[in-house]
């Protein structure tokens, strides 16, 4: 109502709402999201980074879904609908990975241009195979847009860790099962897979990581360095669930290859905080940044975010949507401390 210049709500129409959608998401519509969409990928590695909306993990590393994958839960699929949710293939390299994903999204937005309406058995319709790719139970948890890493605030916790052994678990009896995954960071054949073509860094969203980005730190050992800013209920004081936060990522270096991460932005009590990463790539790399940020000590809590003011850092923990966090000067911080 407000874009169309209405002051009461009202004069906008059931059916006119209905029509908008529609019209957002249709082929040659002219609406934003299905602008934004034709304009979008999936995935997308710049230099050493790799970009995706959830996470990249064991399950959904390398895996592109057939085109024929229903938007359904498994087990509300006959025996042959089943087939074809598990179908899909593996692609050998995460660049050929990247670029089927991205080709995998192209078809997908053609085939609903083409049968955008549901067939004549209502079963189907153009486009189902994208909603699957978004949805972990449809394509038995190997989505890189639903997966996530994050939990409590922190990139990654115990009890992440159980929850995901126990999903595990179940999943042979109970496709839901995947609903409770949360991704490993510090899994090391995904890091050798992703180094393999050059990736030392991955950076993702989708998840809430509290009111800065939940970050893993690079080991030493030229390890992967995962960040994940989502600063959705990095306040739940405020009216919008977000506050005054603000969550900020900055890649500089002499080139796409060689660089680091700036973790900056505004805290939720309206503080700002910024640090760097160590060095990724060329002759500098694991050299020059924050030694504490993104590592987990040994008390369980995560070293989020440095405070320039304040010369302090600030400490997170947590479980699910509950984050806690309490703050420590730097001259108290020690390297013994970290568990990694």
């Not at 089943?82 to 994903?101: D, F, H, I, K, P």
Request: hydrophobic fraction near 35%.
């Amino acid at each position: 109502a407000l874009l169309r210049g209405f002051a009461d709500a009202s004069e906008v129409g059931d059916e006119e709402v209905t029509q908008h959608f529609i019209d957002d998401v249709t082929a040659g519509g002219g609406g934003a999201l299905r602008n934004y969409l034709e304009s979008a990928v999936v995935a997308a590695i710049l230099g050493n980074t790799l970009f995706v909306h959830g996470a990249v993990d064991a399950q959904n590393m390398g895996f592109v879904p057939d085109d024929n994958t229903r938007f359904a839960v498994p087990v509300q699929q006959q025996q042959q609908q089943q087939e074809l949710s598990s179908a899909g293939r593996y692609c050998a390299t995460a660049n050929e990975w990247v670029a089927e994903l991205n080709a995998f999204l192209r078809r997908g937005l053609q085939d609903h241009a083409d049968r955008p309406d549901w067939d004549a058995e209502r079963t189907t319709r153009g486009g189902e195979a994208l909603m699957a790719l978004q949805n972990r139970c449809a394509v038995r948890g190997r989505t890189v847009i639903s997966n996530c890493f994050s939990d409590g605030g922190v990139i990654t916790n115990a009890q992440a860790r159980s929850r995901s052994a126990e999903a595990l678990r179940r999943f042979e009896t109970d496709p839901l099962a995947v609903e409770g995954l949360c991704s490993d960071p510090r899994d090391a054949t995904v890091a050798d897979w992703l180094r393999r073509d050059g990736i030392r860094r991955v950076v993702v969203g989708h998840k809430p990581s509290g009111d800065s980005p939940a970050i893993l730190k690079a080991s030493d050992e030229g390890g992967l360095e995962v960040i994940s800013a989502d600063t959705s209920f990095s306040d739940p004081d405020s009216t919008d669930n977000r506050g005054k936060a603000v969550a900020c990522v900055l890649l500089r270096g002499t080139s796409l290859d060689v660089n680091h991460a700036v973790i900056y932005g505004v805290l939720r009590d309206g503080r700002h905080h910024e640090a760097r990463l160590q060095t990724l790539g060329g002759l500098e790399d694991g050299r020059g940044g924050d030694r504490f940020l993104g590592t987990e000590l040994k008390d369980g809590w995560w070293v989020k975010a440095f405070v320039p003011e304040a010369s302090s850092y600030v400490l997170c923990r947590g479980v699910g949507r509950r984050v806690e966090y309490r703050e420590i000067m730097s001259k108290d911080m020690h390297a013994g401390e970290a568990v990694r």
